[in-house]
């Protein structure tokens, strides 16, 4: 009876002890994935802005040509990355105040849809000006944002087809 009652023992200790070994293998894979997600590599916020700006500039060129295709693309473009401030600088104070964009967004998004090259200029420059609001709220107001002379790229055609 003994012997039955140490084997017993035996079984349940082992069986307790695989467990644990098992957890332990699975705490250090969560530790090596968070030492990965630590390490990877995060746009930064001023990657993001300067996208912005990129595309803002085509946006303006795309708009005074009349290329409504190009110009929805280039709202889709920076849309995404303002979600990406969202997602990606949710540390930055500075990713609370882009929501103060939407209006002029909006009124972009509207005058494209129409393909009104007046109200075009109008909802640009709300945009550019809702970008220095935002850059002022957020203590850079030296970062002032134009409407551009030149387009940003001497290979791409904005008048399209």
Not at 40 to 54: D, H, K, L, N, W
Request: with cysteine; aromatic share 10%; charged share 25%.
């Amino acid at each position: 009876m003994k012997k039955i009652i140490v084997l017993g023992l035996f079984f349940i200790i082992a069986a307790c002890s695989q467990p644990k070994e098992n957890t332990r293998k699975l705490e250090a894979k969560i530790d090596s994935l968070q030492n990965r997600l630590d390490k990877a590599y995060r746009p930064g916020f001023g990657e993001f802005m300067s996208g912005i700006q990129v595309h803002h500039a085509k946006l303006w060129f795309a708009g005074q040509a009349q290329n409504w295709k190009l110009a929805e693309f280039e709202m889709k473009e920076i849309n995404e990355a303002l979600d990406g401030i969202k997602a990606y600088c949710t540390d930055r104070p500075e990713t609370q105040s882009i929501s103060m964009m939407d209006p002029a967004m909006d009124s972009m998004a509207n005058a494209i849809k129409a393909k009104n090259p007046l109200l075009f200029k109008s909802g640009f420059t709300l945009f550019t000006n809702s970008c220095n609001s935002c850059h002022h709220k957020t203590n850079h107001e030296f970062n002032i944002i134009k409407i551009p002379v030149n387009p940003p790229f001497s290979n791409q055609d904005f008048k399209g087809e």
